[in-house]
């Protein structure tokens, strides 16, 4: 049930239970106390009082050994909470006259409740004296003095709710910094450090403020990490250029003989792709910065894409099967040329890498999105076998590759869909990923501004 799901994921709402409970089981523990200490007492000490109390009222009502109606009237008068039942051969009298039909209060006998009377049985000896004509005078408690009972009761259980609900409130406003522990916790997760968890300054000392606190000090910390590791990695990859650079000199300087030729081209194409990674890695990290700069300009992506797919074809031969549909009158958006021409390439060079024995070419569409049609949505689609579905949320991250694309023909180095990503969130834009049975589309959204 939905109610049990809240309860076991809530913990206001258990706490709340938790409140109820204890309020419930003081309430129970302190009344039945209070019981048994009144049956106690009862039976140690009220119980004489009572007798001889009884014995003196009857005395008063047959002062003479026989009751007299008008004195038992006037003690009901005097005492309006007894109730008084004479029975014998002379005189038939109560003070509670239903019996005959008329409205008037109900007498309370011991036996309707005995915890109410000290959960005492012997009631003959108590309420019931027998006068010396043989008269039966029994003594009892008006019904009306119990009507405020259930008035009472529900006061207490307003009051019980109303002290729930204040403790339910201060509660919640106690564990309100929970909140914010998640949403920047979340925060966190996704990167985004600049913004710490707030807390109150009345919040700073307790647990939870200790734990916000230590929380913003791991996120600090993690941020100091990833600069520290960005930074290494872009000393690393600038400090290869040169070494690179001399090695695919040298490469080309060796002799052209057919000995020699099939191992230079060879290592040519090798330093050609270290080259590539080390560009990516930088364009990567330029573009995951916090002051990542765009070169915008009016761009027609059609043309741009033709352009693109011209340039694939003269490196791989698949490339001009690419069926490219292109709308009519599509908006020039202001892009940076160099960055979405760096995102078309990785798109069409992975689907065509993944599509290779696929039986239908790689598609690139190109098609107004917006509501008012002013930006543009790019989707590459291939029909290869696609990835597993749990591996779709990682396909973006950097460095990672599908169990499909764990071999050199097949996969990178898993930077391709990364950097698209993050030339896409540059622009503002969106990056999605999602199979199609058979294969994989991307789609990225390019906003008009």
Known sequence: MNWLRRLRHSIKLRLLAVFLLLALSVAFIFISGAQKAFSLGWREAARPLLMDYVSRL????????TPEVSRAQAIVSRLPVITIDISGPRVNWRSYPQADGSRGPRARQPG???????????????????????????????????ERRPRLFGFALTALL????????????????????RAGA????????????????????????????TINTMGQDIHQMLEAQRALLLAISHELRSPLTRARLNTELLPDTPDVTPQRDALLRDLAEMARLISDLLESE????????????????????????????????????????????????PLDRIRVRLLLRNLLDNALRHSADAPLPVELHIRRSGEAG????????????????DQLPHLAQAFFRPDT???????????????????????GGTFAVRNVRPGLSVTVGLPPA
């Not at 694309?405 to 622009?427: F, I």
Request: charged share 25%; net charge negative; glycine share 8%.
């Open 112 to 146: 309707d409740d005995r915890h109410d009377w000290g959960d005492d049985r012997d009631w003959d000896s108590l309420l019931k004296r027998t006068s010396a004509d043989g008269h039966t005078i029994s003594f009892g408690l008006n019904d009306t003095a119990f």
């Open 286 to 333: 330029r573009l995951a910065g916090r002051h990542a700069a765009l070169n915008r300009e009016p761009t027609e992506l059609a043309q741009l894409a033709s352009e693109v797919i011209d340039e694939l074809a003269t490196t791989q031969p698949a490339a001009s099967s690419i069926r490219l549909h292109a709308a009519v009158n599509l908006p020039a958006l």
């Open 162 to 181: 109303l002290i729930t609900g204040l403790a339910w409130l201060y509660v919640r406003r106690l564990l309100r910094p929970l909140d914010d522990i």
């Open 374 to 389: 002013q930006g543009i949505e790019l989707e590459v689609r291939d029909h290869g076998p696609g990835v597993p579905d």
């Open 186 to 213: 979340m925060r966190f997760g996704a990167g985004e450090f600049a913004q710490p968890i707030a807390l109150q300054p009345s919040r700073r000392h307790d647990e939870l403020g200790e734990l916000a606190t």
């Open 58 to 65: 009857s005395a008063d009502v047959a002062p003479n050994g």
């Open 405 to 427: 694309a764990r071999t050199r023909s097949a996969g990178g180095v898993g930077l391709g869909l990364y950097l698209c990503r993050l030339v896409a969130q540059a622009h």
